[in-house]
């Protein structure tokens, strides 16, 4: 079963930007659509990007497009996002997982603060 493991997160300050990254474990992170997903305290977990392994075609949530970037390194089998003119609302948890996504597939996030 592919896992991934997210990194990068930290705290910033309102307008700032982020880059954070997650590993998949096995050879469908390169193959499948994978998406990022954020949680905040109290809502649910929320897509916010996605990519498609040609990279042909990328989608992003309304609040979030024209801020964030969503991009991957096969080589690496890693799938960034990078997150420019970062809002207090945008502080979450940061997942990324297939589309649709694989229950047993979700890693333990990485925390993305923005202070204001």
């Known amino acids: 079963q592919e896992q991934f493991v997210e990194s990068g997160g930290g705290l910033v300050q309102l307008g700032g930007s982020l880059t954070i990254a997650c590993v998949g474990s096995g050879r469908y992170t390169n193959t499948l659509v994978v998406g990022w997903y954020r949680q905040a305290p109290g809502q649910l977990r929320e897509p916010v990007a996605q990519?498609?392994?040609?990279?042909?075609?990328?989608n992003y949530a309304d609040s979030v497009k024209g801020r964030f970037t969503i991009s991957r390194d096969t080589a690496k089998n890693t799938v960034y996002l990078q997150m420019n003119n970062l809002k207090p609302e945008d502080t979450a948890i940061y997942y990324c997982n297939f589309l649709p996504p694989v229950d047993s597939s979700w890693g333990p996030g990485t925390q993305v603060t923005v202070s204001s």
């Open positions: 990519i498609l392994s040609s990279d042909q075609w990328v």
